[in-house]
């Protein structure tokens, strides 16, 4: 199975960042790719890296709703191209916004959406002013590449999250990402996923933005983990890449995590505390 991760810088406008995005799909698509993941907020600026109160347009006009026409537009494409995508929206439902993955099959389905569950709050993410936490749960779909999982950004930093993709046997899991140089030590993005893919037993797929964007230089380096915590492919920090990267997932049955792990696990211990020990 082919996974290919589109790392791309995103126009203001968002019919040209769509039309860009359509382009990548079909290139990714004609270059072997199975399954195509995009950044997080894949086809607008980064929204949250302005305080919602210091911005203009009301959250309403930022959102757009899945389904909707960027995902109409996509799943035409991955219906003709036969490839499985996973992108990330601003999506608007009611008077609730998210942080959204749509999931489309090589059918051109709509499989279903994960919405980002833990939202943060800091200086240039500013998310708290623009999410709900999502509802969704932790689904995992079944898809013409494999089953399939998605790790919203800060997802990725909660293991009981993965776990639960993990447990429903998840193959893959997409990694929609808008991480930042500086944001964390050098080399903890990778470190991060290495270690989760070999405790679980899946491959992680991190497609990142890159470029500079208003305060904000997104770092790129998008990649590709085996379930034994090796990174197989990454893209470089410093330019636009659609990385490829092919993957054998029958490799899932020889991980320590399918082997050892998750047969050894006590879960109906893990909540009891501690226990008292006699002197």
Not at 62 to 87: K, Q, S, W
């Amino acid at each position: 199975m082919t996974v290919a991760l589109v790392q791309h810088a995103v126009p203001n406008v968002r019919a040209e960042a769509v039309s860009r995005g359509v382009r990548a799909l079909e290139r990714a698509a004609a270059q072997g790719a199975d399954l195509v993941v995009f950044p997080e907020l894949s086809f607008t600026p980064f929204y949250p890296q302005v305080p919602a109160d210091e911005r203009a347009e009301s959250l309403s006009d930022l959102a757009e709703p899945v389904p909707g026409p960027t995902t109409e537009a996509l799943r035409t494409v991955a219906r003709e191209c036969r490839v499985v995508m996973v992108c990330n929206l601003y999506e608007r439902d009611g008077d609730r916004f998210f942080d959204t993955s749509p999931v489309i099959d090589a059918d051109g389905t709509l499989l279903g959406v994960t919405r980002m569950m833990h939202i943060t709050q800091y200086a240039h993410f500013w998310e708290q002013d623009y999410y709900h936490p999502g509802d969704t749960g932790a689904p995992v779909y079944d898809t013409a590449a494999g089953r399939l999982g998605v790790a919203i950004c800060y997802d990725r930093h909660y293991p009981e999250y993965l776990r639960a993709l993990a447990l429903q046997d998840a193959e893959i899991v997409a990694v929609p990402q808008a991480g930042t140089v500086g944001e964390w030590p050098e080399g903890m993005y990778e470190a991060e996923l290495r270690v989760a893919a070999l405790q679980h037993g899946f491959f992680p797929a991190l497609a990142n933005r890159v470029g500079r964007e208003q305060d904000m230089h997104f770092a790129g380096r998008s990649f590709v983990t085996d379930p034994f915590g090796e990174v197989v492919a990454q893209a470089p920090g410093d330019e636009e890449a659609i990385l490829h990267a092919t993957v054998d997932l029958d490799r899932r049955d020889d991980a320590p995590a399918r082997q050892l792990f998750h047969h050894h696990r006590r879960p109906d211990q893990y909540e009891k505390g501690a226990v008292a020990l006699e002197n």
